[in-house]
């Protein structure tokens, strides 16, 4: 692993996420919620931002890019689709698109449905992805501006990324979502192992994100669903429990 990755929870349950690449020297924030807590934690650690990296346009992901590019004139790259409710983002970029952070690249996958223009960032040297609010622990996120059908697709490009990739979603769901996952899926032994897992660690008070592509196949409802209409299903129930 090149990079420094620290999880900075912010809000309710939001994870902002502060990315180093010693090399270069240069720091990223995907999704700043708020300015305050990643600007102190950089400074801690001496890290100057250069970089945000946004998901989708949404007020808990995009709220500190203001007062941080103010703070820092550091450069902002977003989803192309929503540029016009970003009005910060300085690159625009849709799949097939590169962005760098220092020597490690990403690769930029269109995964709408969440919201209309949401995009993932894909680290294959780092076997990282930062997904936003698109795949959760045991979830997916809610389909604001898409249908089930992409967000079927969507599952599919993410579990095609190698079984080990570290998936850094943006929220703290966990448990919820596996105690729906749970009513799907009773007798999945891996759920059910990792659920105990979950409990404990939340007991304690700890987080449970990042994820693994690896542990989502096994246990995640949304990512598990045979077809676009057992997707549908399952999405409306865990929207209405
Ligand atoms: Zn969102
Ligand atoms: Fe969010």
Known sequence: MALEI???PVL??????LVHEPESGE?????PAVADAPLAEAEKRGWKITQIWNTHWHPDHTGGNAEIKE???CVITGP????ERIPTLDRLVKEGDRVTLGEVEAHVIDVPAHTAGHIAYHLPSENAAFVGDTLFAMGCGRLFEGTPAQMYDNMRKLEALPDATMVYCAHEY???NGDFALTVEPDNTDLRARMDEVRDMRGRGEATVPTTI???KATNPF????SVEELARRRAQKDAG
């Open 71 to 73: 703070a820092t004139g």
């Open 174 to 176: 966990t448990q919820s």
């Open 12 to 17: 309710s349950d939001n994870y902002v996420w």
């Open 6 to 8: 620290v999880r900075i």
């Open 214 to 216: 690896a542990a989502e």
């Open 80 to 83: 192309e689709g929503e540029a």
């Open 223 to 226: 990512m598990r669903a045979d």
């Open 27 to 31: 720091t990223m924030i995907v999704d």
